[in-house]
């Protein structure tokens, strides 16, 4: 089919398909009074739809309105379910691409079950101007795209020679200081000497005096003299005694 062709069809299918998704709830409105009502307006490929959830996923390919939307983003419909299917499965099937108006402007948007959702088949990178023109926009906005770790960045190549520099001027001062600190303990030595000259005279009087103590051996010899000194003096002090007992004795 012809991409002229295609686009004639579009424009006459999406006129019936609105009527057709909103005849069930008996309302019908164009596409400028349904962007109008909306808060916010998106083309987006519907993911997995559950019979048992009214939460769909969509992949957005463009916005025509409300706030800036990332690539990826969660619809809840609203509305009644039957027993055996969801809100959601009864407005989207999965893997089609629709034209979704909704009640909000966050996420998660809320659609309404009975609100005008067309489905829309086409490209989405190539959007024929009979769709976006009636909503009021000169052209959609692309969305946000989904954000992406970045991988660490290795440290640019000056950032480690600014760093080399600087712990070579650290080491350059410290070896300053150690030689100032070094310079300055070798001059201090000479000056304490010579205000220690004023107390030579005590000094030598010291050395006197721990010359005349004596040594070792010379203390033991000491000792030794002084035990035979006790040792002799008792000696003659028991034979006195002995002598004056005699005496008296003699005597008597």
Known sequence: MRPTTLAIAILFALPIQLQAG???????LTLEAASKQAAAVFVGRAGTVSPTSDDVTFDVDWQWKGNPMPAIVKVSVSGSADLTTSAASRVFQSGRRYLVFTTNSFDPFVVDACGPHQSYVADGSVIPPNLWEPLGASEPSKPDPVPVDQPAQKAPSWTLLG????GAVTLLLLLRWLYKWRARRKSAGPKQFRMSRTNRAWL?????????????????????????????????????????KERTSVES
């Not at 909103?22 to 019908?28: R, V």
């Not at 760093?163 to 600087?166: D, Q, V």
């Open 204 to 244: 030598a009087e010291q050395e006197k005096i721990e010359s005349a103590k004596p040594t070792f051996a010379e203390r033991e010899l000491q000792k030794q003299r002084k035990t035979w000194r006790k040792k002799r003096d008792r000696r003659r002090k028991a034979a006195a005694k002995t002598a004056t």
């Open 163 to 166: 760093a080399s520099a600087l």
């Open 22 to 28: 909103t005849a069930g709830c008996g309302t019908s």
